[in-house]
């Protein structure tokens, strides 16, 4: 069985027509004055759906998370909530929780009482708002820190408090904004698997705002790309890195080689590029280019094969020299510079510990790659 | 830093410190003194102290202070932290500016106009002078300085503690009461005790807008002064001093303490 990418997902209502969609955006313009922070946007998230929302700052993702949880009203369109029209409904009144980028704990209250605000709030018997309260402490693995107030704990545990916080109400959609923004590194990255695994245990439905790349593949179903109020792409991570629809996504998510150029012929099964410095580029996806029409065809570069003799059996193989190599330890990057000009860079996997015939620099060098290997983007 | 004690820097502490204290010193030790004559030593002795204590006048004009200090600190202090929410929260009403510029013009108005104006008003809408006009008139003059503490509190006070308890299920309302206020409480309570040390040592305005029957604490001590100055008066301020003294320092060590605690706590939550 084929797969875009190398993971097989199992769980995909958005592929499945008769899914009935749980969040929907339907036309949605935000406006600060003459600043149009989301454009007649369009979108349909999933019940259990880990969404992620992508953009550099400024693109419009927090608005969209706060409109949800009810900080902010659409200038023009509606929010759909498992049906409902969310229009008028005031933050309090929402089934959906939000956990804070500066994770806004409240300094004067211990932790158990921070996760109990929301609880009481609800008004539920005391008996059930302790149990609740211990499960929540469990879960975060913070048992021994009920008793402590925010400022006497480490960013991880109060971010941990946040999450338990947000959570302990079991809403309908957990709204995550920039969640391990404040995190090191290492932290992040074990954060963003426990944040994967309490989605799975809880059920509920997570939307996501990220600036981080890395860290909206690593989490998400599915991820929308935004930039300047829109969305660019809506697809799973693989769908994002594997097949981009447009420049703007190609280059967002991961490195990316683009080749300007004119589609030169088109035939069943290939499609024949001449690049605007002379390249020649066979491939077997032409996508919705027409003959003739400008087109970019853009690759990564770890499906750029270096050589330093002509490979054979390559469909694709253009010559260069040697202009930069960058030892990382687990893969190696090759800045080859063409005979036409144009800089390719490539990535090899340092797959084993000694390399026959290694490059260095101002060396001759063949890259080469399959008609397969990347997309042709129209737009 | 150079921490030496060179003799210019004795010298110069020496003589800030004098230029300080010193008269707060000499009215100290006068008030201990055995003889009437207030320039004159006559010996050891705390009768003024005692005497103080059967001068009806002074003990009613204390007593005056001390509810018109509270009464009006805290009207002045739900005022001026309603002001600053207002002026923090809500940017975009007509005439904020000028709005908020008029609210601080009592800080640098000079006192004898405020106190003047307020006198007028009164006359002109028949209000009798007495302890209502007082209270109202230091209402006026100290909620300004509530509101300045109150605002400066507030320009870092984090918005999205309040959307985050909203968002977890509370009512505007209980977002204020359980959230806001708790938070803010320390520079409301400051607030408070500044208003209250104003109205305390307000000479000026109290003198145009109080009346027969409601004399105040300075009023009357700036009375009796002008009579000549007895060791009765020395014993009253010396009271006033230690008890203005003992809370700075109260309040200060309770700081201390509060923020060295802060810093250990944060201290050992780093070390996780």
Request: glycine share 6%; charged share 20%; aromatic share 8%.
């Amino acid at each position: 069985m084929k797969s875009l990418g190398s993971i097989r997902r199992d769980f995909a209502p958005w592929n499945d027509p008769n899914a009935k969609p749980y969040i929907q955006f339907d036309n949605v313009t935000k406006k600060f004055g003459d600043f149009t922070a989301v454009n007649n946007l369009s979108l349909t998230i999933f019940e259990r759906e880990f969404f992620a929302l992508l953009g550099a700052s400024g693109c419009g993702k927090s608005t969209l998370l706060r409109m949800l949880a009810g900080f902010e009203e659409p200038s023009a369109g509606r929010i759909l909530l498992d049906g409902q029209d969310l229009r008028g409904i005031p933050p309090h009144r929402r089934p959906v929780n939000m956990m804070f980028q500066s994770y806004a704990l409240f300094p004067h209250m211990t932790v158990e009482n921070n996760i109990a605000f929301g609880l009481k709030q609800e008004g539920m018997p005391k008996p059930d708002i302790e149990k609740r309260v211990a499960e929540m402490l469990k879960l975060v693995k913070l048992e021994q820190f009920a008793k402590r107030k925010p400022h006497q704990l480490s960013g991880g545990q109060r971010q941990r408090v946040a999450l338990a916080r947000s959570v302990a109400k079991r809403p309908k959609v957990l709204l995550l904004d920039e969640p391990l923004g404040a995190l090191d590194k290492k932290l992040r990255e074990e954060t963003q698997f426990e944040l994967m695994d309490l989605q799975q245990e809880l059920g509920l439905t997570f939307v996501v705002v990220t600036h981080d790349q890395e860290e909206a593949m690593t989490m998400a179903d599915r991820i929308a790309i935004m930039d300047k109020g829109e969305v660019m792409q809506v697809a799973t991570p693989a769908e994002v890195y594997e097949a981009p629809t447009s420049r703007f996504v190609a280059h967002f998510v991961g490195n990316v080689n683009m080749f300007e150029g004119k589609v030169a012929e088109r035939t069943a099964n290939t499609t024949r590029i001449t690049g605007s410095t002379g390249a020649q580029i066979v491939v077997d996806n032409g996508g919705a280019a027409a003959p003739n029409s400008d087109i970019v065809f853009a690759i990564r570069p770890e499906k750029i094969k270096v050589s330093s003799k002509k490979p054979v059996d390559a469909v694709n193989a253009l010559e260069g020299e040697v202009y930069d190599v960058a030892y990382l330890g687990d893969m190696t990057v090759y800045h080859i510079k063409l005979d036409d000009g144009q800089i390719v860079r490539a990535s090899a996997l340092n797959a084993s510990r000694i390399t026959e015939d290694p490059l260095t620099w101002n060396d001759r060098a063949w890259v080469s790659f399959r008609p397969d290997a990347g997309v042709v983007l129209t737009r | 830093m150079n921490t030496t004690w060179s003799r210019f820097n004795v010298t110069s502490i020496v003589l800030g410190f004098a230029f300080l204290y010193l008269p707060i010193v000499l009215l100290i030790v006068f008030s201990f003194n055995e003889s009437k004559l207030v320039t004159v030593w006559g010996g050891f002795s705390t009768k003024w102290y005692v005497s103080l204590f059967h001068n009806q006048g002074l003990m009613d004009a204390t007593w005056v202070t001390a509810r018109v200090g509270v009464i009006s600190a805290t009207v002045a202090t739900v005022l001026g932290t309603l002001a600053a929410l207002t002026l923090t929260r809500y940017t975009r009403f007509r005439g904020r500016i000028l709005f908020s510029g008029m609210v601080f013009a009592p800080l640098v108005m000079p006192e004898v106009i405020t106190g003047l104006s307020l006198l007028l008003l009164f006359v002109a809408v028949g209000l009798d002078r007495g302890f209502l006009t007082v209270t109202l008139a230091h209402i006026t003059l100290t909620m300004c300085f509530v509101a300045v503490v109150v605002q400066s509190r507030l320009v870092s006070f984090d918005r999205s503690l309040e959307e985050a308890a909203m968002d977890l299920g509370a009512t505007p309302a209980k977002t204020f009461f359980q959230i806001t206020l708790p938070v803010i409480m320390p520079a409301i309570v400051s607030g408070w005790m500044l208003a209250f040390t104003l109205s305390l040592d307000d000479l000026v305005i109290a003198s145009f807008t109080s009346g027969p029957g409601a004399t105040t604490l300075p009023m009357k001590i700036y009375s009796q002064v002008r009579l000549g100055v007895t060791p009765e008066i020395n014993a009253a301020c010396t009271l006033l001093i230690a008890v203005v003294a003992v809370g700075v320092i109260v309040a200060s060590i309770a700081n201390k303490r509060r923020e060295v605690q802060r810093q250990l706590d944060e201290q050992a939550a780093q070390r996780g």
